[in-house]
């Protein structure tokens, strides 16, 4: 199973939005509704923020965002923070009883 | 508190083997599915292995048939037997609840390290 692909980095100033795609086949993504994402600093385990492609986490803020258009799941962060600086991930469940990982990307705060 | 705390792991030559447990507390781990996460270093996360609530596990590919899942009811504990590890298996593992049966992890552990080296 190969990992989903995302943009290596994206970065915005604080109060703006920025959104990071995440692209996989009609085998994963595009099977199932079952994409959640992860926000990950350095050192730390990660901690979802998304699941269900859209369902956000108790404790999560609402300007975190979840959608899916056939193969590409997204996450928007609007209103960026400087917290919200750090590496994210995609995941979604692949068929076959098992989960890919997207390649992660790291989102700056200018 | 609703937690997993990991323990096991180190420095392993290559071929050998190694034990890393995961217990669970403030819920079940039979009640859930619960996955293993490795990251390598300086890289991005890559699913190894769940068990499901009635038992049955699955594995990706780059492990199966060297690392097994298993679970211990009583003592509410996840273990990951690893054996022929490999350099290429070096990386932080984690520990996670996949409590929505959707492969979506809401609760991790604070991770856990195998180097494999001569």
């Known amino acids: 199973q190969s990992a989903l692909t995302q943009p290596r980095s994206v970065s915005g100033s604080p109060g703006q939005s920025v959104t990071i795609s995440c692209t996989g086949t009609s085998g994963d993504i595009g099977a199932y509704n079952f994409v959640s994402w992860y926000q990950q600093h350095p050192g730390k385990a990660p901690k979802v923020v998304i699941y269900?492609?859209?369902k956000r986490p108790s404790g999560v803020p609402d300007r975190f965002s979840g959608s899916k258009s056939a193969n590409t799941a997204s996450l928007t962060i609007s209103g960026l923070q400087a917290e919200d600086e750090g590496d994210y991930y995609c995941c979604s469940y692949a068929g076959s009883f098992s989960g890919v990982f997207g390649t992660g990307t790291k989102v700056t705060v200018l | 508190e609703v937690q997993v705390v990991q323990s096991g792991g180190g420095l392993v030559q290559p071929g050998g083997s190694l034990r890393l447990s995961c217990a669970a507390s403030g819920f079940t781990v039979w009640d859930n599915y619960m996955s293993w996460v490795r990251q390598a270093p300086m890289g991005g996360l890559e699913w190894v292995s769940v068990i499901y609530s009635g038992g049955s596990t699955y594995y990706a590919d780059s492990v199966r048939g060297r690392f097994t899942i298993s679970r211990d009811n009583f003592n509410n504990t996840v273990y990951l037997h690893m054996n022929d590890l490999r350099a290429d298996d070096t990386a932080v593992y984690f520990c996670?609840?996949?409590?929505?049966?959707?492969?979506?992890?809401?609760?991790w552990g604070q991770g856990t390290t195998v180097t494999v080296s001569s």
């Open positions: 269900d492609v859209s």
């Open positions: 996670a609840r996949d409590r929505s049966a959707s492969y979506a992890f809401d609760i």
